[in-house]
């Protein structure tokens, strides 16, 4: 019993560790961005989309765009964007972002930002 106690308090440890480590990323370079109001301010459906520091820019052969609905390669897998997580106001930096979490080991979109494709 005692060691079954041990083992689960040092994995719930663990888990804790990774999990504060990985919820965010940013480390201050971006605080005199004149953007970062904007970034912060940026909302999905699915919640905050954060700031730059939180997001991925995506190349313009990781993304696609057919009939106002879009698909990005994110770790090997090509995932559907759903469209709640498009976000619709004007992109003022013109790269495609993409906000993404993991559910069941597996990307998602929880926001999405359609660049210019130029």
Known sequence: MRLARLCA????????????SA?????GRYANS?????????????GQCCSDADGYVIADVDWESDKGHYR????????VVPDGAVITEPNKIGRT?????????????RCFMP????
């Open 9 to 20: 308090t040092t994995l719930l440890g663990l888990m804790t560790l990774l999990a504060t």
């Open 72 to 79: 990005v390669h994110l770790d090997d897998e090509w995932v």
């Open 97 to 109: 972002m993409v906000w993404k979490h993991y559910i069941d080991g597996h990307p998602r979109v």
């Open 115 to 118: 660049g210019s494709m130029t």
């Open 34 to 46: 004149p953007l970062k109001p904007w970034f912060e301010s940026l909302r999905s459906e699915y």
């Open 23 to 27: 919820l965010a990323r940013d480390d």
